[in-house]
T-cell receptor
Framework: GAVVSQHPSWVICKSGTSVKIECRSL??????MFWYRQFPKQSLMLMAT?????????EQGVEKDKFLINHASLTLSTLTVTSAHPEDSSFYIC??????????FGPGTRLTVT | GDSVTQMEGPVTLSEEAFLTINCTYT??????LFWYVQYPGEGLQLLLK?????DKGSNKGFEATYRKETTSFHLEKGSVQVSDSAVYFC????????????FGRGTQLTVWP
C-alpha cells in the first residue's frame, strides 16, 4: 500500500527557535497534503491544506506566520514551526491524497518545546 | 459548524465480544463518513467509508451504516480479536476539498484474550 513518512519522528527544541517537519509520500505523487495537530487524548485538528506549487490554505484560527507550509514537490511537504513556544508542543500528523477518498497518513512527529 | 461526536473510551472487551462504537455528526450538505484506525506506533489507516446515505462500509469484519435520519455512523464488529486493539476515529469529509477531514476524539479499544 501507499506509504507516507514523516521526519523527524520526535524533536525537542528550545523556546524561540524554529523547527522543520517533513512529510513525504514514498511511492506516489500527491498534489494535496494536509497537516493536522493532535493534543493528548483529543482528536486530530486540521491545520492547513498544502497544495503543490501554490500557497497553503489555513484553517480558521491557525496562525499562518507561525506554521509555515511549503509543498515544493509532488512528494514533499514541510511544516516549519517558527519561534516555537511551549504551547506549540504537540503531535503533528500529515496526510497525502492518492485518489478520491484515499488518504494516507504519516506516523506523526512529536514536538516538545522547552 | 461541522462536528463529529464519538463515544468516549476507553472500551475494554474480551475476545469474541460484540463491539459498538457510537458516532454521530453534524454537517451541512451530505458529507462522506469514515472510520480510521490507529495501531500503536503507526499512522492512521482507513478502516471503512460510506459516501452517501444508507451506504454500508465494511472491512475486516467491521461495519458501519450511514444513517442520515439519525446522523449516525456507528462502528460494529460481531467478534473482536486481540489484534483489534487500537484507537478508532470517526471522521467526516468537509467536502470542499476531498481529504479535508474532521475527526472525532477517538476511542481506545483494548481486547483481552
Amino acid at each position: 500500500g501507499a506509504v507516507v513518512s514523516q521526519h523527524p519522528s520526535w524533536v525537542i527544541c528550545k523556546s524561540g527557535t524554529s523547527v522543520k517537519i517533513e512529510c513525504r509520500s514514498l511511492d506516489f505523487q500527491a498534489t494535496t497534503m494536509f497537516w493536522y495537530r493532535q493534543f493528548p487524548k483529543q482528536s486530530l485538528m486540521l491545520m492547513a491544506t498544502s497544495n503543490e506549487g501554490s500557497k497553503a490554505t489555513y484553517e480558521q484560527g491557525v496562525e499562518k506566520d507561525k506554521f509555515l507550509i511549503n509543498h515544493a514537490s509532488l512528494t514533499l511537504s514541510t511544516l516549519t514551526v517558527t519561534s516555537a513556544h511551549p504551547e506549540d508542543s504537540s503531535f503533528y500528523i500529515c496526510s497525502a491524497t492518492l485518489a478520491a477518498y484515499e488518504q494516507y497518513f504519516g506516523p506523526g512527529t512529536r514536538l516538545t518545546v522547552t | 459548524g461541522d462536528s463529529v461526536t464519538q463515544m468516549e473510551g476507553p472500551v475494554t472487551l474480551s475476545e469474541e465480544a460484540f463491539l459498538t462504537i457510537n458516532c454521530t455528526y453534524t454537517a451541512t450538505g451530505y458529507p462522506s463518513l469514515f472510520w480510521y484506525v490507529q495501531y500503536p506506533g503507526e499512522g492512521l489507516q482507513l478502516l471503512l467509508k460510506a459516501t452517501k446515505a444508507d451506504d454500508k462500509g465494511s472491512n475486516k469484519g467491521f461495519e458501519a451504516t450511514y444513517r442520515k435520519e439519525t446522523t449516525s455512523f456507528h462502528l460494529e464488529k460481531g467478534s473482536v480479536q486481540v489484534s483489534d486493539s487500537a484507537v478508532y476515529f470517526c471522521a467526516l469529509d468537509r467536502g470542499s476539498t476531498l481529504g479535508r477531514l474532521y475527526f472525532g476524539r477517538g476511542t481506545q479499544l483494548t481486547v483481552w484474550p
